[in-house]
């Protein structure tokens, strides 16, 4: 049966702020700068006036190839580092407009610490071992390592592994028990299904295409059920929890809840679904993916 999503916590402060969203742009204050990205959902006039807005310091469009290109309004640093919900990052202003850093996923975040938390002080055991699949720059990676977790960290990208670790690095846990790897998702996770290794938790947010570092070739729509069975094969007995989210256009909470029901054992444990926000600073909150997550109690 559905859950109902769990309700969200307001803006979380930091050195991010979502500041106002509309016309399908959102304006930011990311560090020392404000910054305007797309925002395709964000079907609705803007709260700020328009003046407000032209005071960014870079704008980013997206064009026909799948990138996009910044205008430059003053003197901006395209890297920089920033603290938010507890972590460092290093934020990069790349060419895909990217940034590194996804405030939307704050209260997952805290939802993995508070989970593990608990778990490690009702058993005395901190023995407990998490699987973060296409990791990116490794903000899950980082929240669950902060709880106490044993961390292995996949992405088929070694420049943002490579990125992943100085943000573990700036936010003073490159000496906690994180594994980093360059690999293919899929063929990691059958390699461990081999292997007989098995994670308390997994944690993985597919993207709708993208490719392994080999050339692989992974579309969600046709391989996110053999995924989502491989993260499966790999829960141990006693596992706590799968954290699933994504960008996708059409992969509402409904669907992905219905996804991650399909590969689990019925009446065992509960599926939750729910919309990733963030809240801007008139509290009004824009779309930003969706969640769905098994939970073993």
Same mark, same amino acid.
């Given at each position: 049966?559905?859950?109902?999503?769990?309700? *969200?916590?307001?803006?979380?402060?930091?050195?991010?702020? =979502?500041?106002?969203?509309?016309?399908?742009?959102?304006?930011?204050? @990311?560090?020392?700068?404000?910054? /305007?990205?797309?925002?395709?959902?964000?079907?609705?006039?803007?709260?700020?006036?328009?003046?407000?807005?032209?005071?960014?310091?870079?704008?980013?469009?997206?064009?026909?190839?799948?990138?996009? $290109?910044?205008?430059?309004?003053?003197?901006?640093?395209?890297?920089?580092?920033?603290?938010?919900?507890?972590?460092?990052?290093?934020?990069?202003?790349?060419?895909? !407009?990217?940034?590194? =850093?996804?405030?939307? *996923?704050?209260?997952?975040?805290?939802?993995?610490?508070?989970? @593990?938390?608990?778990?490690?002080?009702? $058993?005395?055991?901190?023995?407990?071992? #998490?699987?973060?699949?296409?990791?990116?720059?490794? !903000?899950?990676?980082?929240?669950?390592?902060? %709880?106490?977790?044993?961390?292995?960290?996949?992405?088929?990208?070694?420049?943002?592994?490579?990125? &992943?670790?100085?943000?573990?690095? @700036?936010?003073?846990?490159?000496?906690?028990? /994180?594994?980093?790897?360059?690999?293919? %998702?899929?063929?990691?996770?059958?390699?461990?299904?081999?292997?007989?290794?098995?994670?308390?938790?997994?944690?993985?947010?597919?993207?709708?295409?993208?490719?392994?570092?080999?050339?692989?070739?992974?579309?969600?729509?046709?391989?996110?059920?053999?995924?989502?069975?491989? +993260?499966?094969?790999?829960? &141990?007995?006693?596992?706590?929890?799968? =954290?699933?989210? +994504?960008?996708?256009?059409?992969? $509402?909470?409904?669907?992905?809840?219905? *996804?991650?029901?399909?590969?689990?054992?019925? !009446? /065992?444990?509960?599926?939750?679904?729910?919309?990733?926000? #963030? /809240?801007?600073?008139?509290?009004?909150?824009?779309?930003? !993916?969706?969640?769905?997550?098994?939970?073993? *109690?």
């Amino acid at each position: 049966m559905t859950q109902p999503a769990t309700a *969200q916590p307001k803006r979380i402060a930091g050195d991010y702020t =979502l500041l106002d969203s509309g016309n399908m742009q959102r304006l930011e204050r @990311i560090g020392p700068y404000t910054i /305007i990205r797309p925002a395709p959902q964000a079907i609705w006039p803007s709260a700020r006036a328009k003046s407000v807005w032209n005071q960014a310091d870079a704008v980013y469009q997206r064009d026909d190839s799948g990138g996009g $290109t910044w205008t430059w309004r003053g003197k901006v640093s395209r890297e920089f580092e920033v603290l938010f919900d507890s972590l460092a990052f290093q934020i990069k202003l790349t060419d895909f !407009g990217h940034l590194g =850093l996804f405030p939307e *996923q704050a209260h997952n975040w805290q939802w993995l610490r508070d989970t @593990i938390r608990t778990r490690m002080q009702a $058993t005395n055991d901190s023995n407990l071992h #998490v699987l973060n699949l296409f990791a990116y720059t490794g !903000g899950s990676t980082l929240a669950v390592s902060q %709880a106490g977790a044993h961390v292995v960290h996949v992405d088929a990208a070694k420049g943002v592994v490579d990125w &992943a670790r100085t943000n573990a690095k @700036i936010s003073h846990l490159d000496d906690r028990p /994180i594994r980093w790897l360059v690999d293919d %998702a899929v063929k990691f996770l059958k390699r461990e299904v081999r292997r007989g290794s098995r994670y308390h938790g997994i944690i993985l947010d597919p993207p709708t295409f993208g490719r392994g570092p080999k050339g692989e070739v992974f579309k969600i729509e046709s391989e996110i059920i053999e995924l989502l069975t491989l +993260c499966k094969d790999v829960l &141990a007995q006693n596992a706590l929890f799968m =954290l699933y989210s +994504c960008h996708t256009p059409g992969f $509402t909470p409904l669907v992905m809840h219905n *996804q991650l029901q399909s590969v689990l054992k019925p !009446g /065992i444990g509960r599926v939750e679904a729910g919309e990733m926000t #963030v /809240i801007d600073a008139d509290e009004r909150a824009l779309p930003s !993916g969706t969640w769905a997550r098994w939970v073993n *109690q």
